[in-house]
């Protein structure tokens, strides 16, 4: 069974609709990108596949998590599976964490709220999950989020996603934000963990070069539809929709630029 079935989904506000008729499915293990480019409905996919839309917006359409059905679901009934059956990375961790709160405070509630942990037993598991992102100096677990960098407030963001077991990882944009450098750092982290786990990946970027370090086979979306869906080598090298070979050329164009100052600095 997918750990992923989404069906004709489809996201509307009064201004109308910003998901249309979006379909596709992942397979535990598996790696899927949504890519796109800016509004063209990658995030409010993954949040109503969670069920995080906000209120002003209404889904149809199905998206069955695991085999349980999100669209039109009360809360209540989605909080047990975001954790133990899908978390999300989110762009910018310093407005995804509690400024008020310390890391290691953040990390443990997952851990006792899925995972029952109390007492040492949980002190350990949220060092573990530290030391599983490369965190392991005690000061990290007593640090609020505005004494870290935007890498370290990523791989806590990370540990926080991970720390329930989830079947599902979706990572939304998660290294936008950062300078080159971190940004690789951190994609080698989440190859890593989602390999060793056997997690599913649905990764959500607009950067061709990213998608395909990260997955086997991407959606492509425009205006909130799907254009064009397979494996990664078979659509960025052949892409048939004039939409995917103009995010492909623009890809290349900018490649060639900076390869050609870098040849000229």
């Known amino acids: 069974m997918s750990i992923l079935d989404v069906a004709g989904l489809t996201v509307r506000s009064g201004a109308g609709a910003h998901v249309r008729d979006v379909s596709f499915s992942l397979e535990p293990g598996e790696r899927l990108g949504l890519i796109g480019e800016s509004g063209s409905g990658k995030s409010l996919t993954s949040l109503a596949v969670t069920g995080l839309l906000p209120d002003s ?29 899908a978390q999300i990375v989110f762009q910018e961790p310093l407005t995804a964490l509690d400024p008020l709160m310390r890391v290691g405070r953040q990390i443990a509630e997952p851990l006792r709220r899925h995972l029952g942990l109390r007492g040492a037993e949980l002190t350990s598991a949220v060092a573990a999950a530290l030391d599983e992102v490369a965190l392991s100096e005690p000061r990290f677990a007593r640090a609020y989020p505005h ?21 599902l990882l979706i990572a939304d944009e998660p290294t936008t934000a950062l300078d080159v450098t971190v940004q690789d750092a951190v994609l080698t982290l989440l190859e890593r963990l989602v390999a060793e786990r056997g997690m599913a990946l649905l990764f959500i970027s607009h950067d061709l070069a990213v998608v395909s370090r990260m997955v086997d086979r991407i959606v492509v979306l425009r205006d909130g539809r799907v254009v064009e869906e397979g494996a990664v080598a078979q659509v960025l090298r052949h892409p048939t929709e004039p939409y995917t070979r103009m995010l492909v050329d623009s890809a290349r164009a900018l490649d060639a630029f900076l390869d050609a100052k870098e040849a000229g600095a």
Do not use: K, T
């Open 57 to 85: 917006l209404v889904a149809s359409g199905s998206v069955l998590l695991d085999g349980h059905q999100v669209v039109r679901a009360r809360d209540a009934d989605l909080r047990p599976l975001r954790g133990p059956v």
């Open 147 to 167: 004494e870290l960098s935007g890498g370290q407030r990523q791989r806590v963001a990370i540990a926080i996603a991970l720390a329930a077991r989830p079947q």
